[in-house]
């Protein structure tokens, strides 16, 4: 079925410290996956995406990993900072117009 | 400034009412969506709408009918309300000419008594 999971529903990160949050899919034709932030009482904000064709990709401070062969995508946060504190999210797109969505890591970053 | 608008942010209301929520984009965009987001904070897509065409409809009840009455504008009406009805609901936006990252409004939290 299609199904975009998380391995964990909570992390918790110190301050300064770098956080991986991970992500399985399960549709092996997906060609865009994004990773996307949720603070509380907000909207889902996008933070960085890969196209399958690539295995990383890096912004600020952020990293994304795709690994295509276990269907499997990882969001790296380098010097975590309390303002990450979140709920991460990791989709995928099947065509162009649907997408499916992980469901979620709370990313807590302790003082 | 805002990019993606939704109103109202929160919704009480009785059982068997009928309810909308508006959505606005600026942003230029040709694909609307709206989404539900449960109590666990997940994510599910509910319709998705290109140059004012629907073009998908996740099994969605009949009792909720969008409406776009252009491409900036995605209203959502729900009939007969349920308990079960009760979420946050999202509205993105997007370039549906190619893939790209959706933008989100800041939801409307629908409760139900």
């Known amino acids: 079925g299609e199904s975009v999971g998380l391995h964990l529903p909570t992390l918790s990160v110190q301050e300064g410290d770098n956080s991986i949050i991970n992500c399985a899919y399960s549709n092996s034709a997906s060609d865009y996956f994004i990773w996307y932030k949720q603070e509380s009482g907000k909207g889902p904000q996008f933070i960085i995406d890969i196209r399958s064709n690539m295995d990383k990709r890096q912004g600020q401070r952020v990293t994304v990993l795709l690994n295509k062969t276990v269907k499997h995508l990882s969001l790296q946060i380098a010097a975590t900072q309390p303002g990450d504190s979140a709920v991460y999210f990791c989709?995928?797109?099947?065509?162009?117009?649907?997408?499916?969505f992980g469901t979620g890591t709370r990313l807590k970053v302790l003082a | 400034d805002t990019a993606v608008s939704q109103t109202p942010k929160y919704l009480v209301t009785q059982m068997g009412n009928d309810k909308s929520i508006k959505c606005e984009q600026n942003l230029g965009h040709d694909t609307m969506y709206w989404y539900k987001q449960d109590s666990k904070k997940f994510l599910k897509i509910m319709f998705s709408?290109?140059?004012?065409?629907?073009?998908i409809n996740e099994t969605v009840p009949n009792r909720f009918s969008p409406k776009s009455p252009d491409k900036a504008h995605l209203n959502l009406h729900i009939n007969s309300l349920e308990l079960g009805d009760s979420a946050v609901y999202f509205c993105?936006?997007?370039?549906?000419?190619?893939?790209?990252?959706?933008?989100f409004g800041d939801g409307t939290r629908l409760s139900i008594l």
């Open positions: 993105a936006s997007s370039r549906g000419s190619s893939i790209g990252a959706q933008h």
């Open positions: 709408y290109n140059n004012k065409e629907l073009i």
């Open positions: 989709a995928e797109t099947e065509g162009t117009y649907k997408y499916i």
